[in-house]
């Protein structure tokens, strides 16, 4: 039986279990999918005897991505770009191979949701930390020519986007409002608005209304930031389905069955979140 888990220090808010042992029974699979809180010290050990533990990969969350990367035997483009992996499987040979989906689940929820979100405006993205690299990583590799980036540290804004070249411009965390002036995606890669955290302090009156409005954060599933854009008629796309689509090239590494992203999914993942 396979099996495979999810680490992180703590690890008790990821939802990665809810996903891939919904799919385990969908598809009439023997298999299990756990959940490992790993210290800190324990880590790199860990990472480096997977196998040993039973498992053919893993999942991995905070603050565990960057050591990830650096104990795999190989590292595809999107891991390397964005320099951290969350997800990790063992080959045949027994090496530790390791990717970044954060990139591919925003962009095929984005592409389903807004299919028409590159128009040759510009773009603009809140937040300079892992995410918001992956986000960059997704939104150059499908062709966007220029995204605004703004982040409440400036040097880390600066540092990230000087990695992906002149397509990427920093805007002053004060001037972020303005910057939305002829913007067709707006998305908030920050934490800010998730249950718990302060608000996104941002005013999207200078943002045309036909432009997208997108945000990260799941918990809860409609941020005061969308429910400011749906009041205004932004069309909008949530945390949720970057969630559900970043799981599946891990279940199907692991499991070798490729899933599904339904409404039927979403429903239950959702119904979780509400719950918890």
Same mark, same amino acid.
């Given at each position: 039986m396979k099996r495979?888990?999810?680490?992180?220090?703590?690890?008790v808010?990821s939802r990665?279990?809810?996903i891939h042992?919904?799919?385990l029974k969908?598809?009439d699979?023997?298999?299990?999918?756990?959940?490992?809180?790993?210290?800190?010290?324990?880590?790199?050990?860990f990472l480096?005897?997977?196998?040993?533990?039973g498992?053919?990969g893993?999942?991995?969350?905070l603050?565990y991505?960057e050591?990830? /990367?650096?104990?795999?035997? *190989?590292?595809?483009q999107?891991?390397i770009t964005?320099?951290?992996?969350n997800?990790?499987w063992?080959?045949?040979?027994?090496?530790?191979h390791?990717s970044n989906t954060?990139a591919?689940?925003?962009? @095929?929820?984005?592409?389903?949701e807004?299919?028409?979100?590159n128009r040759?405006k510009?773009?603009m993205?809140l937040?300079?930390?892992?995410?918001? *690299?992956?986000?960059?990583?997704?939104l150059?590799g499908a062709?966007a020519?220029k995204i605004?980036?703004?982040?409440?540290t400036?040097d880390?804004?600066?540092?990230?986007?000087q990695?992906?070249g002149? *397509?990427?411009s920093v805007?002053?965390w004060?001037?972020r409002?303005k910057a939305?002036?002829g913007?067709? /995606?707006l998305v908030?890669?920050?934490?800010?608005?998730? @249950?718990?955290k302060p608000?996104?302090?941002?005013?999207?009156?200078?943002?045309?209304?036909?432009?997208i409005v997108?945000d990260?954060?799941?918990?809860?599933?409609?941020t005061?930031?969308?429910?400011?854009?749906?009041?205004?008629?932004? *069309?909008t796309v949530d945390?949720?389905?970057m969630?559900?689509?970043?799981?599946?090239?891990?279940?199907?590494r692991w499991f070798?069955?490729?899933?599904?992203?339904?409404?039927?999914?979403?429903?239950h993942?959702?119904?979780h979140?509400?719950?918890s």
């Open positions: 495979a888990c999810v680490i992180g220090w703590p690890v808010h990665s279990p809810v042992r919904y799919w969908l598809y699979l023997e298999g299990g999918y756990e959940q490992e809180a790993v210290r800190p010290e324990e880590v790199a050990e480096k005897t997977l196998g040993n533990h498992y053919a893993a999942n991995v969350t603050p991505k050591a990830a /990367l650096a104990a795999a035997d *190989r590292a595809d999107a891991a964005i320099g951290a992996a997800t990790l063992l080959d045949a040979k027994g090496l530790l390791a954060d591919y689940g925003f962009m @095929t929820h984005l592409a389903q807004a299919p028409d979100w040759g510009h773009l993205v937040g300079a930390g892992g995410a918001a *690299r992956a986000i960059l990583q997704g150059t062709g020519s605004l980036l703004a982040n409440r400036g880390r804004s600066k540092a990230l986007a990695s992906f002149p *397509r990427v805007v002053p004060e001037d409002s939305l002036d913007c067709g /995606l908030n890669t920050t934490s800010l608005g998730m @249950t718990g608000p996104l302090d941002i005013d999207l009156s200078a943002l045309p209304f036909d432009a997108a990260i954060v799941y918990s809860p599933l409609e005061p930031l969308l429910a400011v854009a749906v009041g205004r008629g932004n *069309r945390g949720l389905g969630l559900l689509h970043q799981a599946v090239p891990g279940f199907e070798g069955v490729r899933p599904e992203v339904t409404s039927a999914l979403r429903a993942v959702a119904a979140l509400e719950a």
